[in-house]
């Protein structure tokens, strides 16, 4: 493409251009330039120094990081739970939003559909407190599951490692699967209905046409979201964790999120905080890449 | 995509380029030369002595300009609820001397607000902290605060003739400034003048104590058959379970009642006879009182909800009654057991010997110090350090400790026979519902920035009940320990951050003894405790503190 032609485009586009300025700014304002920030990383800094003054240290922090004592437990109870969320958390809106779809009762859907994506609104501070409640040795949990017969003494849920990751998942997977089902039911109300017509015309029952119609059709939604999905596996829901945290289950909630909150910003040891921020940003970015040709290959399709 | 990996290559490049040309060390150097000798008074103490001994007839400096101003002041406690006016000592001190105050409180974490308004350079007029916390030194290495005795030279005269010298040697830094002044501090004429009280208390609850028996809880077989005892007869309390023992919460950097408290019950000794730091935590009889805590949590006696709770959960089980038996701050529980008072006096927590070492001897409870609690500082932001300087000078002085602590005269307080005393109403809100009394009256340092314990001393009323039990439990019982504090390492040093990591293994490591099914495992855990700090500097950090203290004995003028 020539000079003159960019000229030219640029011309016939102007009122385009020119409404897309705002957002370019905003984000070239708040997202691009303080980056410059990530300097501290490489550098000794002190919170009552400027930038410039404090020292270079080159990676002298990321090694600090990876030869700390917590460093294989932090990325243990990281991945490992975002995984399991990856696992779980990642079908089940899609399964929830191809059951709702099934649903003829227009008036029932649209109360389970509130009804699900109701807790998306509330703050972890008020859903977490909500958790401590039920879970503790006299809350709603331990009364069901004695009620019933399944255990013979109340569990203090919380102050046992072993059943952190579990709470950690279902709650989170209670708290957004209403919510995330949204985006995958906009994308089955796309499909064109004479598809399904001609399905029950070629005899197809309900699991044929999910089979061979609703999950096809929403196939590049899921792929796209899959691969956001994916890149975000070091970021553990810090809210969730911190409320639900405590001494007792710390050998299984310490998160990276929790890591860098105690040690780097509660601390005062940014250029460390920013060292580990800057270290989950290039393993994002590398994991957004992979699944992202990963799915091409195999789908064909893909974010970019 | 060629690109993209082309600009991830030409940053990881600038990196390895930029970390090539700095091969500097940071290396924390202390300027030896300028350090002052402890044992020496500083300058300005001396100009507080002289102040005092010439005793000219200054006039208040907050009368120079009573215009109306306000000043933005930052509290490091999350906790602290109470806006400046709307209540009659607030507005009686605005009136006299034109400042308002615009509190400004953190709303989560205390060390994340203060550091990031560090960072960004935001600190508003005035701010106040704990002594102990690492910020007060980064404000003043990072000069974003002012010396006191250079503002008080420059505008202040006033300042010299109310400040204490003991306190201001106190906090004479090295460069020879005081950059901060404390509140709650006892300096070493005051312990010699009042008998010295502690905050640190066992409690337990009144009716249950007496039910079974009032039984000597000194000794381990003692204690748990008391918590044994409790709970075989009160299982419940309103319906719910009773928690036969409580402590201060658990953090993520342990549990001051397994660790200070229980240490000075058991009277384990600071430093030995010549002079050395003794490291508590290794004591034989700290161990076994740790087990016998192990013992009790394998019997039940241990409601998990003490790991768990953080203070809100506890000030409601405490005003409920729930707890049998406490390691806990008294001044912590006033209003909770307030209203255990007025429900049934009967019901109240009250203080008792708790545990002790094989000899039974007293516990040494902390009493209040020189160092004291907080510090205030005036920062560089401060739109107006004079007005600032004087309204301390005002807030430091008799007249204005006074007005802190009885509120205006006529409204709160009348004079009779030359001694301020409360008005029955107002004592009576004081002594049974704090809370409004706080907001009517706004005295009994509701404000207590800058309170002068020793000070107000002449105005105190006798303590009634349920306090005065408490309060006179402690007597005998404290002692004075202003040379343990400030062992604090330089924050940011090696050393700072590997006691950091010490400390929150141990926060890890002291629930896992107490729920330790066996004494095995709990020698186990222990021993890998041990090994860790060994492996963290224990010994250097160790040292450093032995130095600190040897320092702050000269400062101090014992031995």
């Known amino acids: 493409m020539t000079n003159t032609n960019i000229l030219k485009k640029i011309k016939v586009q102007r009122t385009l251009l020119l409404m897309v300025l705002p957002g370019v700014l905003w984000m070239i304002i708040f997202n691009y330039l303080p980056m410059y920030g990530i300097i501290i990383a490489f550098k000794e800094f002190k919170i009552y120094q400027s930038m410039f003054e404090a020292p270079w240290v080159g990676f002298y922090h990321f090694i600090e990081f990876f030869k700390d004592e917590d460093f294989f437990l932090v990325m243990k109870n990281t991945l490992g739970m975002s995984f399991l969320k990856l696992l779980i958390g990642f079908p089940l809106p899609i399964a929830f939003a191809v059951l709702l779809n099934e649903l003829k009762l227009s008036r029932f859907k649209k109360n389970i559909q509130t009804i699900s994506y109701l807790p998306h609104f509330l703050s972890w501070v008020v859903l977490g407190g909500i958790m401590i409640t039920w879970t503790s040795e006299a809350g709603l949990v331990n009364e069901v599951l004695l009620g019933i017969g399944i255990i013979q003494k109340p569990i203090a849920f919380l102050g046992d490692p072993k059943y952190f990751w579990g709470i950690a998942i279902a709650s989170d997977i209670w708290k957004e699967i209403g919510w995330n089902a949204i985006i995958y039911l906009a994308a089955i109300a796309a499909i064109d209905v004479s598809m399904y017509e001609a399905a029950v015309i070629d005899g197809a029952n309900r699991f044929q046409k999910i089979k061979y119609i609703t999950l096809p059709s929403i196939a590049p939604t899921i792929a796209m979201l899959f691969i956001l999905a994916v890149s975000g596996v070091l970021n553990s829901n810090f809210d969730q964790v911190f409320v639900l945290n405590n001494p007792l289950n710390s050998n299984a909630s310490e998160v990276l999120d929790l890591y860098v909150y105690r040690t780097g910003i509660r601390a005062a040891r940014y250029s460390y905080a920013t060292a580990i921020g800057l270290f989950k940003s290039v393993v994002a970015f590398a994991l957004l890449f992979t699944a992202n040709k990963v799915t091409r290959r195999l789908t064909g399709n893909s974010l970019f | ?559």
Not at chain 2, 33 to 60: G, L, W, Y
Not at chain 2, 450 to 458: A, F, G, T
Not at chain 2, 537 to 551: A, C, R, V
């Open chain 2, 1 to 559: 995509m060629k690109k993209v990996l082309a600009m991830v290559l030409i940053v990881a490049l600038m990196g390895v380029f930029l970390t090539a040309c700095s091969e500097q060390k940071t290396e924390q150097t202390q300027s030896q030369s300028e350090k002052k000798d402890p044992s020496e008074p500083s300058e300005i103490a001396e100009k507080v002595e002289e102040a005092k001994v010439a005793n000219e007839e200054i006039q208040p400096s907050y009368l120079d300009d009573t215009s109306p101003i306000t000043l933005d002041w930052y509290i490091n406690f999350s906790w602290f609820p109470t806006k400046w006016g709307g209540d009659a000592t607030s507005e009686y001190i605005t009136e006299k001397t034109g400042v308002s105050i615009n509190y400004i409180v953190p709303a989560g974490n205390e060390a994340e607000k203060i550091n990031s308004m560090i960072a960004g350079d935001t600190l508003p007029d005035l701010i106040t902290l704990g002594w102990w916390e690492s910020q007060v030194d980064a404000m003043i290495q990072g000069d974003l605060v002012y010396a006191l005795d250079e503002l008080a030279e420059e505008y202040d005269p006033y300042f010299f003739q109310v400040a204490n010298s003991g306190r201001i040697n106190w906090y004479t830094k090295d460069d020879g400034h005081v950059y901060g002044y404390p509140n709650a501090s006892y300096s070493p004429e005051d312990y010699e003048k009042y008998e010295l009280t502690s905050n640190q208390t066992f409690l337990v609850r009144k009716d249950m104590y007496e039910a079974i028996g009032s039984p000597d809880m000194r000794t381990p077989e003692g204690f748990l058959q008391a918590l044994r005892d409790v709970k075989a007869m009160f299982p419940e309390v309103n319906g719910q379970p009773l928690i036969p023992i409580g402590f201060h919460d658990f953090n993520d950097e342990g549990c001051s009642s397994l660790e200070e408290y229980l240490q000075n019950f058991l009277a384990i000794q600071q430093e030995d006879e010549n002079g050395n730091l003794v490291d508590r935590t290794k004591d034989p009889e700290y161990i076994e009182w740790l087990k016998v805590f192990r013992q009790a949590n394998e019997e039940g006696l241990i409601a998990v909800d003490v790991f768990i709770d953080s203070r809100p959960q506890m000030e409601e089980k405490i005003a409920q009654g729930r707890y049998f038996s406490m390691l806990y701050q008294r001044s912590d529980l006033t209003a909770q057991n307030n209203i255990r008072f007025q429900e049934d006096p009967d019901t109240v927590y009250i203080a008792v010997d708790g545990p002790a070492n094989d000899r039974l001897d007293q516990p040494l409870l902390d009493g209040d110090g020189i160092a004291g609690w907080t510090l205030t500082l005036i920062s560089k932001n401060c739109k107006d350090p004079e007005r600032a300087i004087k309204f301390m000078s005002y807030m430091m002085s008799e007249e204005g400790q006074l007005d802190l602590f009885m509120g205006p005269e006529g409204v709160t307080w009348e004079n009779i026979n030359g001694k301020p005393t409360w008005k029955p109403e107002v004592k009576e809100t004081l002594d049974t519902d704090r809370n409004t009394f706080d907001n009517l009256y706004g005295a009994s340092y509701t404000y207590w920035m800058l309170m002068d314990n020793p000070m107000s001393k002449q105005w105190e009323s006798e303590p009634v009940e349920p306090f005065a039990q408490l309060y006179n439990w402690t007597k005998g019982k404290a002692v004075n320990k202003s040379q343990y504090s400030d062992l604090t390492l330089e924050p940011g040093s090696k050393l700072a951050i590997e006691e950091g990591k010490i400390n929150s293994e141990w926060g890890e490591t002291l629930p896992q003894l107490i729920m330790a099914e066996t004494e095995e495992e709990f020698d186990q855990i222990w021993t890998e405790f041990m090994s860790y700090r060994e492996e963290h500097s224990w010994e250097e950090i160790f040292d450093y503190q032995q130095q600190k203290l040897d320092d702050n004995k000269k400062r101090l003028g014992i031995n």
